[in-house]
Each structure stands twice: as structure tokens, then as C-alpha cells.
């Protein structure tokens, strides 16, 4: 398996009980030269602002839960099928957030 990208995005910020908090949405994804197969791994989370605090993820049920794509791609299109996949995944996890749709 070989590292194709190992990506995060900050989509905004968000108020909760704990305070402040931006909504992040990351993508790690490998390529299985073998199968001609790319895996990429989608999350989202919430994580603190606060400086002085450790960062700490923040449960929301409203983010969409982990998810794994696999496509066969040939080997050229790995970097820009996995980034075509983050950008997907950003926008569903910004339309999830409903302060953050106009965004």
C-alpha cells in the first residue's frame, strides 16, 4: 500500500456546551498497486479551540460518521481521485452544520 495524501480541513467554527469549536474534516488514502484499488479513509470531528486545554475531539451526532471509499483508479489518478473525495467529503460535512451552510 502506498501514501497517496494524509489530509485535514478546518470547515468553521462552532459554538457548543464546551465553547468554541472547529469542525474538521480529514481524508487519508493509500493505493493498492496490486489491485489497482485507492482506499481512502473520510472522518469529522469537532476539536477545541481553547489554547490552554488539551486538544480534545468533541462528539457531535449531527457530523457524518467515518466513512471508506474504495475505487479502482489507474495509478496516474490516485492524487486527484483522492482529492476529488476530500472535497466531496468537506462539503457533506459542511452542510451538516447547519451555521455553516452558507459558508
Not at 457548543?16 to 493505493?31: H, L, N, Q, S
Not at 468533541?58 to 486527484?80: G, Q
Request: proline residues 5%; aromatic residues 4%.
Amino acid at each position: 500500500m502506498k501514501k497517496v495524501i494524509d489530509t485535514s480541513e478546518i470547515i468553521g467554527t462552532v459554538d457548543t456546551p464546551e465553547g468554541a469549536c472547529e469542525v474538521c474534516a480529514t481524508a487519508d488514502a493509500t493505493y493498492d498497486d496490486g489491485e489497482g484499488r485507492l482506499v481512502v479513509h473520510l472522518e469529522s470531528f469537532l476539536r477545541t479551540t481553547t489554547l490552554r486545554a488539551r486538544e480534545k475531539h468533541i462528539p457531535a451526532t449531527w457530523l457524518p460518521t467515518a466513512e471508506t471509499i474504495t475505487e479502482s483508479v489507474d495509478p496516474s489518478e490516485t492524487r486527484e481521485a483522492a482529492r476529488n473525495i476530500f472535497h466531496r467529503w468537506v462539503r457533506k460535512v459542511r452542510q451538516a452544520a447547519p451555521s455553516l451552510h452558507n459558508a
